[in-house]
């Protein structure tokens, strides 16, 4: 090993050398110090050739002015679309009057405000607000006042399949994947449960009295944007009551309007014990996370002077510029009638998108979602292929998974500047995720789009498409 060198005064790039920076130079420093496996699929994508100067409400825009209309909406986490007015503004009177951040030894005037918005959003007595600053730390917190308030001998997890709920060991230990869960040591008390399907949860409660806890999306993102069927979500609270289980709501992805509703789970008449929220809650600015639990559960956990430090924030927990960034966000979802905006264009969009699966049967299996979150399931590159040719294709369909997905995404991008986003387990579903101040011009430029994309005959481009793909050597995993 070389001896390490400890410079007294380091060469650093300052802020206005990071806004000079083009983007060869930009490129160069992903690859060297952030992530070269991830520089490899964007380049796959095109998404590489881009260099963001701003952004805007629904748009994404480069130095020369080209405008990106963004409907991938960050995963779910830009509700309000890029920059809204009064985010910027909320957040411009707090550094002008230098407002307080971090104020652990003090009673803090935002982080108290936002808990109580939250808790009167939130039904029942789900009113006990934990602030952190992701949805996999607003995961951990659940798991942990679960457990905590069930006890040992009473807190086995049982998660759905398909989840995703986080990168963090306790999130990881309950995300049904076995490419995110590698090699990694992870909590052994856990079990899996077919998502969707209320009679085999009942069958593991009455086999195993150790099932304390569950935790489930309300909407399943990563597994392809998954509604579970109707009455699914009732028969499991029903369930969780009778053997008495809590059961977490994730909806880090599908909360915070995202579906027409504040809670995803409103649209089930459910209420869960403790619910996550993440992502859109920072207003398209901020790195928030909420855990909401009911207020016995968390009494009972963390209520005393004794037991406050063990679910105890953390260092940026709740800290004065992004609570008052939620706090705002809450405020104009609401001022502007965002939830109704997200109801009538999600339908609209999902009306659209169902006469393109009726135009195009070979290449769209299915479309589906709620509000905003809406998946369009592409079939396996073989059924788009004449007839002859299937066959030969057909044992490569899973290795090629994502390549109809990645095509259109590219050519989204290239021919229409508009972006798109994929889903992490089902590679044939197209992720879309708009803001919900997306327009009806705006979903008819997409869906143009996408028609003129898909009408071109997709069986060349696919090909060529999935050939760079095997050049890159980027193949999707065998799973
Ligand atoms: C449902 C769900 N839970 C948890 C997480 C983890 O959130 P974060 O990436 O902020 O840690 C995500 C992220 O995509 C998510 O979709």
Redesign the pocket.
């Known amino acids: 090993m070389p001896i390490p060198t400890y410079p007294e005064a380091p060469r650093l790039l300052t802020v206005d050398d990071a806004y000079q920076l083009g983007l060869a130079k930009v490129t160069d420093l992903f690859r060297t110090y952030l992530n070269p496996g991830q520089y490899q699929i964007l380049q796959l994508l095109g998404f590489n050739e881009v260099l963001i100067d701003h952004a805007e409400g629904m748009y994404y825009f480069d130095a020369s002015g080209r405008g990106i209309l963004d409907f991938f909406g960050g ?2 986490s830009l509700a309000l679309g890029h920059n809204h007015p009064r985010i910027l503004a909320a957040r411009k009177h707090f550094e002008e009057h230098k407002r307080h951040d971090i104020a652990l030894s003090f009673m803090s005037q935002y982080a108290g405000a936002l808990a109580k918005n939250l808790a009167t959003i939130a039904p029942g007595d789900l009113d006990m607000v934990y602030l952190c600053s ?6 951990e917190a659940a798991l942990k006042l679960a457990e905590k308030v069930q006890g040992p001998g009473k807190n086995t997890i049982a998660y759905g399949s398909q ?6 060991r306790g ?1 990881l230990s309950v995300t049904d994947s076995s490419l995110y869960q590698s090699t990694f040591s992870l909590i052994s008390n856990r079990t899996c449960v077919p998502f969707g399907d209320a009679p085999a949860l009942e069958e593991k409660l009455q086999h195993d009295a150790t099932i304390g806890i569950v935790i489930l ?1 309300t909407i ?3 597994a392809g944007i998954i509604v579970p069927p109707e009455g699914y979500l009732l028969e499991v609270r029903k369930l969780c009551d009778r053997y008495n289980v809590l059961l977490i709501l ?5 909360g915070v309007g995202r579906t027409g509703r504040f809670f995803a789970f409103e649209h089930e008449q459910v209420t869960p014990d403790i619910v ?1 929220l ?2 859109s809650l920072g207003g398209g600015k901020a ?1 928030i ?1 909420a855990m909401i639990s009911r207020r016995p559960l968390f009494m009972s956990a963390y209520g005393t002077q004794k037991t406050f430090l063990t679910g105890g924030t953390s260092t940026f927990g709740g800290i004065g510029e992004t609570c008052i960034t939620a706090i705002e966000a809450l405020n104009v979802l609401y001022d502007e009638n965002l939830l109704e905006n997200c109801r009538v264009m999600g339908q609209y969009l999902l009306t659209g998108l169902e006469a393109l699966q009726k135009k195009y049967p070979v290449l769209i299996k299915e479309v589906r979602g709620r509000g905003l979150m809406i998946g369009i399931e592409f079939h396996n590159i073989s059924k788009s292929l004449p007839l002859g040719l299937r066959h030969m294709v057909a044992t490569l369909d899973h290795r090629l998974k994502g390549s109809i997905c990645g095509f259109i995404g590219k050519a989204l991008l290239k021919d229409f500047n508009i972006l798109v986003a994929f889903t992490e387990y089902n590679r044939n579903v197209m992720r879309l995720e708009p803001p919900l101040i997306v327009t009806r011009q705006q979903i008819d430029t997409f869906l143009q789009a996408l028609d003129s994309i898909l009408h071109r005959g997709v069986f060349n481009m696919i090909t060529k498409f999935a050939l760079t793909m095997a050049k890159t050597k980027i193949l999707p995993p065998r799973s």
């Open positions: 995963f779910g992701s949805g996999s730390e607003a995961v989840s995703f709920h986080g990168k963090t999130a999306e399943q993102g990563g994730d909806e880090v992805q599908c996550t993440a992502k790195a996370g």
